[in-house]
């Protein structure tokens, strides 16, 4: 194999697909998830442009379940604004996070490359991607995983590990468990050299011989792809926990910000870290105003060229407002997502909010919450196409597509 220099390197980001993203409704009922826009682009965008850092990156692999169709326009248009090759692969049914990869192995390796990203795209980081590449390079073995450090009481949400202070091996890793082992988890983004399609081959392999072993009962037959199935490899508990204490897996721990993009609320914090983000890395793309020709703006602001926002309007911190959205005069925006073709009329307050698509909130009205983003009502969402007429208040609440509120309501799912 050739220098570091001239070493191809590829990205895949798995997008997932309708079987799962329940949580994100009803955000996800007319866009797949991975395309919902945070901070102003979409959700898989801020991976994908993370990639573009990495050196020799050869092409950019999306899998997932989505129709092909949703996400022709995006891949296409993402491709030419980056210059690199954004391909979109369907798979035909679950194959797990690491049956997912090793499905595609023939297509991943046809730029030959040294090493392979893997990414999930509901992860909110910086994607410090070639500082991995770096160490991983120096540690050896067939992967690095990102790791953060988080507080002990939330750690047992996901994948905990322990990796040796010295030499950042990966010493030990359970999924979820169930009692205390560590504050350092899994942040779900890797880096492997082409090693990790033989030891998920090795898996499916075992599977194979455990099933012939043993007689597939009649109910089983007739399941579908199942957690059984000798294809379905999961990378948290079939590779990481067995290869871990093996020197072949080694951890790079971020002292930047994460987070998992699994509910709507979550959609909101994260749109805020990469906003602030955003000022340390492409400060260009904040709004700024001081009330004049302009609206005051305060903190970090993303506003779409094509919005029209009243100048005596007061927008900010965390505020994102996408395309042909109008904010009329003395609007107040804080904490919120703004979807396309939104009216927000004169002197309606929208905080700690996501208003869908061709929603309209009257005038004086409110549409706020506490801001929990965590919390199924710390967050108001508005599904597409809501009308909240003048001087009503929405506070807490849940509210599906095509509804008109005529009333004030609180802590309400409406459907």
């Known amino acids: ?222 399941q579908p792809a199942t957690r059984n199935s000798t294809d379905f490899v999961r990378l948290d508990q079939d590779i990481l926990s067995p290869l871990a204490g093996k020197k072949q897996l080694y951890t790079y721990e971020t002292m930047d910000f994460w987070e998992q993009i699994k509910s709507p609320g979550m959609s909101l914090k994260c749109s805020g870290l990469y906003l602030s983000q955003f000022r340390l890395t492409s400060p260009q793309v904040l709004a700024s105003g001081d009330g004049t020709k302009s609206a005051i703006v305060i903190g970090d602001v993303f506003i779409h060229p094509s919005a029209k926002v009243h100048p005596t309007a007061k927008i900010g911190p965390n505020v994102s407002i996408s395309a042909n959205a109008r904010v009329g005069p003395g609007v107040r925006l804080i904490s919120c997502i703004i979807l396309d073709d939104v009216e927000i009329m004169e002197n309606a307050v929208v905080t700690n909010a996501i208003v869908g698509w061709k929603s309209s909130i009257g005038r004086w009205s409110r549409v706020q919450a506490e801001g929990v983003y965590h919390s199924k009502l710390g967050v108001t969402i508005l599904g597409d196409s809501v009308a909240v007429e003048d001087e009503v208040v929405v506070t807490s609440s849940i509210v599906l597509p095509n509804k008109t509120l005529n009333v004030s309501v609180q802590d309400e799912i409406i459907l």
């Open 1 to 222: 194999m050739g220098s570091s220099m001239d070493e191809k390197v590829v990205a895949v980001i798995m997008v997932g697909g309708p079987t799962k993203g329940t949580r994100f409704r009803p955000l996800s009922l007319n866009i797949p998830k991975p395309l919902f826009p945070i901070a102003g682009q979409p959700m898989v965008h801020h991976p994908i442009s993370a990639c573009k850092r990495i050196p020799n990156l050869a092409q950019i692999y999306l899998v997932g379940f989505y129709e092909e169709r949703e996400f022709a326009l995006y891949v296409s248009a993402i491709s030419n604004e980056l210059k690199v090759p954004v391909r979109y692969l369907r798979e035909d049914k679950p194959h797990g996070s690491a049956g997912g990869l090793y499905h595609f192995r023939n297509l991943i390796m046809e730029d030959d490359p040294s090493h392979i990203f893997l990414l999930n795209c509901d992860v909110c980081c910086s994607f410090p991607l070639p500082e991995m590449l770096e160490a991983h390079r120096k540690y050896g073995g067939i992967g690095t995983l990102l790791v953060i450090k988080v507080s002990p009481e939330s750690a047992s949400q996901f994948g905990e590990l322990i990796a040796d202070p010295v030499t950042n091996e990966l010493l030990h890793y359970t999924e979820k468990p169930e009692t205390f082992v560590s504050d350092r988890i899994n942040c779900g983004v890797y880096v492997f050299t082409p090693d990790i399609f033989t030891a998920i081959r090795d898996v499916s392999s075992q599977r194979k011989d455990t099933a012939t072993l043993r007689r597939v009962s009649s109910v089983e037959a007739l």
